[in-house]
């Protein structure tokens, strides 16, 4: 399984942003998806996971709640991170994850490379 996302960069406090994790290999319409992200100086934080199961039940982190949307797209093996409402403190690098829907990475059994986010004030 490779997993590589995109879609980062620059954009003003208030904006939107969307991210794309684009899946290979694997059995990808049975795979719960996850997104973490990692601030600088800061540990990996999860951001919110989507089940495969139907009707894609999704969880996300109070921090984001309200604010970001997982959606999926199983035919095309892509799992979305659609970021409105955007703060200065949502800067970080953005990973999805498969295999988990909780906020353990450990539950996770495949990390794509992260996409960088800045939000600038």
Avoid at 58 to 84: C, E, P, W
Avoid at 101 to 120: K, N
């Amino acid at each position: 399984v490779q997993l590589q996302a995109s879609g980062g960069g620059l954009v003003q406090a208030g904006g939107s942003l969307r991210l794309s994790c684009a899946a290979s290999g694997g059995t990808f319409s049975m795979s719960d998806m996850g997104w973490f992200r990692q601030a600088p100086g800061k540990e990996r934080e999860f951001v919110g996971a989507i089940s495969w199961r139907s009707g894609g039940r999704t969880y996300y982190a109070d921090s984001v709640k309200g604010r970001f949307t997982i959606s999926r797209h199983n035919a095309a093996k892509m799992v979305y991170l659609q970021m409105n409402s955007l703060k200065p403190e949502d800067t970080a690098v953005y990973y999805c994850a498969q295999g988990g829907l909780g906020p353990r990475e450990y539950e996770y059994d495949y990390w794509g490379q992260g996409t960088e986010v800045t939000v600038s004030s």
